[in-house]
C-alpha cells in the first residue's frame, strides 16, 4: 500500500488518534458479533490494527485505519505483511470515504476493498467476507452482490416476505429466522425489471440455523439456486449487482 495514501502528519492530533482508535475497537465488536474471525493488533506506536484470517487455504485481511500517522501505519503493514506468511493479503483501509488523490493511490496500490462508514450490516459482512475468502475459490458463474430488497417467497401455498442478504441471477440468500428443508422448491417475486410478478424459481441449496449455524460468518437464512428466472429479470438483477459491487469498490 503506498504511503502516499495517508493524511499528512500535520493533520494528525491525540484527540483524532483517539477517535480512530475508538472506532476500530467498535468496528472490531461488530465483526466478531457476525462470527468473523478477529484479532486486534497493536503496533508499539499505538496504531490498532485487525487481522482476519480463517486459515492457510484462505487469504487473510488487514484491516487498517487511514486516520493517524503514517509511521504507526507503515510499522503495523509490516506487522500484517509478515503474519501473511507469503499468503495473498487483502488490505482494507477503514475510515471516511477518501477524496480522489488518495483513492487512485489506493488503486495503484491493488487495493479495492474499502470499509467506509457508514456501513449497513449486511454490506459490511459481504465487504470482509470476500476479503478473506478461499485462495482457490469455485467460479460462481454469476457475481453476486448485497442488496437491501425485500422479496416475496412463495412456498407451496404458502408466501412469505424476505429480505435479501445476497443476490445474483443465478441465486440468493434470504434472511430467515425459520429455516426451510434443503432440496425444497421455492418461488420468488423479485421487484426489479419495472414489474412485480414470479420471476425466479430455484430449491433451497443449504441452511443456516440461528442456534446452530453452519457457517457463523453468515447470517440466519437459506441460500437458493435458482433454475428458471426470466430474461428481463436476470438481466435486471445483473445490472443491479454490478452496481452495488462498483459502490463498494474503491473508485478511481
Not at 112 to 139: C, G, K
Not at 195 to 217: C, E, I, Q, T
Amino acid at each position: 500500500m503506498p504511503r502516499e495514501i495517508l493524511s499528512t502528519p500535520s493533520e494528525f492530533t491525540p484527540v483524532r488518534t483517539l477517535a480512530a482508535m475508538r472506532e476500530m475497537a467498535r468496528l472490531s465488536g461488530r465483526l466478531q458479533a457476525m462470527g468473523i474471525p478477529v484479532a486486534e493488533l497493536e503496533s508499539s506506536t499505538g496504531l490498532p490494527a485487525l487481522w482476519l484470517d480463517r486459515g492457510v487455504l484462505n487469504r487473510p485481511a488487514a484491516v487498517l485505519s487511514t486516520e493517524l500517522d503514517p509511521d504507526a501505519f507503515e510499522e503495523a503493514l509490516d506487522v500484517v505483511c509478515r503474519l501473511a506468511a507469503g499468503r495473498p493479503l487483502s488490505l482494507l483501509p477503514y475510515g471516511a470515504p477518501l477524496p480522489h488523490p488518495e483513492r487512485l493511490h489506493l488503486r495503484d496500490g491493488d487495493v479495492a476493498l474499502p470499509i467506509y462508514e457508514p456501513l449497513d450490516p449486511s454490506a459490511l459482512r459481504f465487504q470482509v467476507n470476500r476479503a478473506i475468502a478461499p485462495i482457490a475459490a469455485p467460479d460462481r458463474g454469476a457475481h453476486r452482490a448485497p442488496i437491501e430488497l425485500e422479496v416475496l417467497l412463495k412456498i407451496g401455498m404458502r408466501s412469505r416476505m424476505s429480505r435479501v442478504y445476497t443476490l445474483s441471477s443465478r441465486g440468493a440468500f434470504l434472511l430467515l429466522d425459520r429455516p426451510l428443508r434443503p432440496g425444497r422448491r421455492v418461488y420468488l417475486e423479485v421487484p426489479v425489471g419495472g414489474a412485480n410478478h414470479p420471476r425466479a424459481s430455484g430449491r433451497v441449496m443449504f441452511v443456516n440455523r440461528v442456534n446452530a449455524p453452519a457457517y457463523p460468518d453468515l447470517p440466519a437464512g437459506v441460500a437458493l439456486r435458482f433454475d428458471r428466472v426470466d430474461a428481463i429479470a436476470a438481466c435486471a438483477i445483473d445490472h443491479l449487482v454490478e452496481r452495488r459491487l462498483s459502490a463498494l469498490e474503491i473508485q478511481g
